[in-house]
């Protein structure tokens, strides 16, 4: 017998993390398949635990809800496609003050950029700067 797996929506906020607000608010958005089914008889299947899980990876990476509605769409990249900016936008950056008159600003969504590929690289650069900087004292 292989009777397929059925989640309740309290089942699944269970296995994802997730409040049924987001649920709802994901399928709201097309991010989320609708449940099968039909209002209280509606159930969830592993798929939707695998979109939902897919979603917390990609929004804990800073990806935006439009960029990952992109990536659930099947867009060629693996990462989403960068839309110029258009005023009015509200984007987060990340700034880094190297020295006084020496910062660096990233937007790592833009820049394709993990949260751990973004810190790894801000450490790098703290780590060139300091290079230099010793660089030149020697050299002096």
């Known amino acids: 017998m292989n009777e397929e797996v059925r989640h309740s929506i309290d089942?699944?906020?269970?296995?994802t993390g997730l409040t049924r607000r987001?649920?709802?608010?994901y399928v709201q958005k097309g991010l989320l398949d609708r449940p099968e089914g039909e209002k209280r008889g509606a159930w969830y299947t592993p798929h939707h635990v695998e979109q939902l899980l897919l979603i917390r990876k990609?929004?804990?990476a800073g990806l935006?809800?439009?960029a990952i509605?992109?990536?659930l769409?099947?867009?060629?990249?693996d990462m989403p496609p960068v839309k110029p900016l258009l005023p009015g936008t509200v984007e987060v950056r990340s700034h880094l003050v190297v020295a006084?008159?020496?910062?660096?600003?990233?937007s790592p969504e833009r820049a394709h950029m993990s949260p751990e590929a973004l810190?790894?690289?801000?450490r790098r650069v703290g780590e060139i700067y300091r290079v230099i900087q010793e660089e030149n004292n020697d050299g002096q």
Do not use: P, Q, Y
């Not at 769409?73 to 990249?77: I, L, N, R």
């Not at 810190?119 to 801000?122: H, I, P, S």
């Open 69 to 71: 509605g992109d990536l």
């Open 64 to 66: 935006s809800l439009e």
């Open 22 to 25: 987001t649920v709802r608010f």
């Open 58 to 60: 990609w929004t804990g």
């Open 73 to 77: 769409a099947g867009k060629d990249s």
């Open 100 to 106: 006084d008159g020496i910062e660096v600003v990233v």
């Open 119 to 122: 810190r790894e690289f801000l």
């Open 11 to 15: 089942d699944l906020c269970r296995l």
